[in-house]
């Protein structure tokens, strides 16, 4: 049971339907959820899958958001033979270890789907006019999507490279300047020349969370 591109990626008219966030992260924490749904499920006793799960393993963020799964016996399972393979390693061939660092099934998956949305959006505003407004409405993107998105449209090239690039600027820039302003106007209530203490920060008291995110591509509520 191969993990089908179906697995992870989404329709794009669906990330831009919802209002809220980036959607290329809100398509990331689909695609994640999705992914570790299909691995810890039947998919687990595959063997195509099995024999990947324990040459990558997990990162540490996906191992933590495994263990919160309700099928912990499928993650036991392919930590077992994780596990066992790393010590018949240790004791054959100890220099071989290194290969074993330093990789993540999960995050391997969600860089290829992050790749083939960015292509998808790219490709839907090329070719269907209804879409390009639907694009424009988003909130905003992040600053990791955005770079992807501009890196799809650079492979892409055409002639609606540049009217895209331009429409991903203004998506951008919605968001990027709003956080910006936010982060200043945190940082200045801590100024004592503006005479802010014991004000109510209102709005700016999320500003810190919503800028390590806007920055971290984990911006699903920006």
Same mark, same amino acid.
């Given at each position: 049971m191969p993990l089908r591109e179906s697995i992870y990626t989404i329709p794009i008219n669906d990330l831009f339907s919802e209002k809220c966030g980036c959607p290329l992260c809100r398509a990331a924490a689909i695609a994640e959820k999705r992914i570790s749904d299909f691995i810890l499920g039947p998919a687990m006793m595959e063997p195509d899958i099995r024999m990947e799960t324990n040459r990558l393993g997990f990162c540490k963020e996906h191992l933590s958001f495994l263990?919160?799964?309700?099928?912990? *016996? $499928?993650? %036991?399972?392919?930590?077992?033979?994780?596990? !066992?393979?790393?010590?018949?390693? #240790?004791?054959?061939?100890?220099?071989?270890?290194?290969?074993?660092?330093?990789?993540?099934?999960?995050?391997?998956?969600?860089?290829?789907?992050?790749?083939?949305?960015?292509?998808?959006?790219?490709?839907?505003?090329?070719?269907?006019?209804?879409?390009?407004?639907?694009?424009?409405?988003?909130?905003?993107?992040?600053?990791?999507?955005?770079?992807?998105? *501009? $890196?799809? %449209?650079?492979?892409?090239?055409?002639?609606? !490279?540049?009217?895209?690039?331009? #429409?991903?600027?203004?998506?951008?820039?919605?968001k990027s300047d709003k956080i910006e302003s936010d982060i200043d106007g945190f940082c200045a209530m801590f100024d004592y020349r503006n005479n802010t203490e014991g004000n109510d920060f209102g709005e700016l008291k999320n500003a810190v969370e919503n800028a390590s995110s806007f920055l971290s591509a984990d911006c699903k509520e920006f």
């Open positions: 263990a919160n799964h309700k099928n912990r *016996l $499928s993650l %036991a399972l392919m930590l077992q033979s994780r596990i !066992k393979e790393i010590n018949e390693e #240790a004791n054959a061939k100890p220099k071989a270890l290194n290969a074993k660092l330093g990789h993540c099934f999960i995050c391997e998956k969600l860089e290829i789907a992050e790749k083939k949305n960015a292509e998808s959006i790219v490709r839907t505003f090329s070719e269907n006019r209804d879409f390009r407004e639907l694009f424009s409405e988003a909130e905003g993107l992040c600053f990791p999507h955005y770079a992807a998105l *501009l $890196s799809a %449209a650079d492979k892409a090239g055409g002639k609606a !490279k540049k009217e895209f690039q331009k #429409a991903a600027l203004t998506l951008f820039k919605k």
